[in-house]
């Protein structure tokens, strides 16, 4: 059982470049999420996705899209990439959207744009 | 406990004594809390859960316990082991405006010598 699966796990872009992090589940949950995680930030949610066809903003939305491509696959895409996106990208899925049961995260993407 | 700064707070304990991590969170109306600990270049992984109608909740080697009256939350290691090393954090849920939030710490670093 796989869990939550990230690709790539570590990416190098220059300024402007563009990529797309993927990420599938195979636990059918509803609910996927990607965060980002900064040195002394904690988590910080980006986009989440309540359920298939849905998709809202979280706390740090700007500069990034993501696409609900269908229940298992939850995709986030850097347009220009700049050098504050150097981050650790985490993608997670829940069993349901009450933000009441646990988050199950994948290993991570370690990003760095020059 | 938790700190705003780049470095985290830190708890070194000796292989099999007990280890105590602490949390405050500052939402009266929080009513989810949940701990994840995470190993270095790994996603968090999920310990345990407890919600606000609880003050105790106990797991295999794991206790968390709630006190509401001061907002604080705290994560019991029985016979703390060297593949406990890891950074720990907290997360709580409340309500925010018109949506839920998950919300999560800094992290406090256990490390466990042997």
């Known amino acids: 059982n796989a869990g939550v699966t990230q690709t790539p796990k570590f990416q190098v872009l220059k300024t402007g470049q563009s990529m797309t992090l993927q990420c599938a589940q195979d636990?059918?949950?509803?609910?996927m999420y990607w965060y980002r995680q900064d040195p002394g930030m904690g988590l910080r949610l980006i986009y989440y996705?309540?359920?298939?066809?849905?998709?809202d903003k979280g706390e740090v939305p700007n500069g990034y899209n993501v696409s609900r491509l269908n229940k298992r696959e939850f995709s986030l895409r850097l347009e220009s990439a700049a050098p504050s996106q150097t981050s650790v990208y985490f993608c997670?899925?829940?069993?349901?959207?009450?933000?009441?049961?646990?988050?199950?995260f994948g290993n991570g993407t370690r990003l760095t744009v020059t | 406990g938790e700190s705003v700064g780049l470095h985290l707070p830190t708890l070194s304990v000796q292989e099999g004594d007990n280890s105590i991590i602490n949390c405050a969170y500052s939402?009266?109306?929080?009513?989810?809390f949940i701990w994840y600990k995470q190993e270095s270049g790994k996603g968090p992984q999920f310990i345990i859960d407890i919600r606000s109608n609880m003050d105790k909740r106990q797991g295999q080697r794991v206790t968390v316990l709630l006190n509401k009256t001061v907002k604080h939350l705290s994560l019991q290691i029985a016979a703390t082991q060297p593949g406990d090393s890891a950074v720990y954090f907290c997360?709580?849920?409340?309500?925010?405006?018109?949506?839920?939030?998950?919300?999560f710490g800094k992290g406090t670093l256990l490390t466990v010598n042997p």
């Open positions: 997670a899925s829940s069993g349901d959207r009450s933000w009441r049961s646990p988050l199950h």
């Open positions: 997360a709580e849920t409340h309500l925010g405006g018109s949506n839920y939030k998950l919300t």
């Open positions: 996705s309540a359920s298939e066809g849905t998709t």
């Open positions: 636990m059918n949950h509803n609910s």
């Open positions: 939402n009266s109306a929080s009513d989810y």
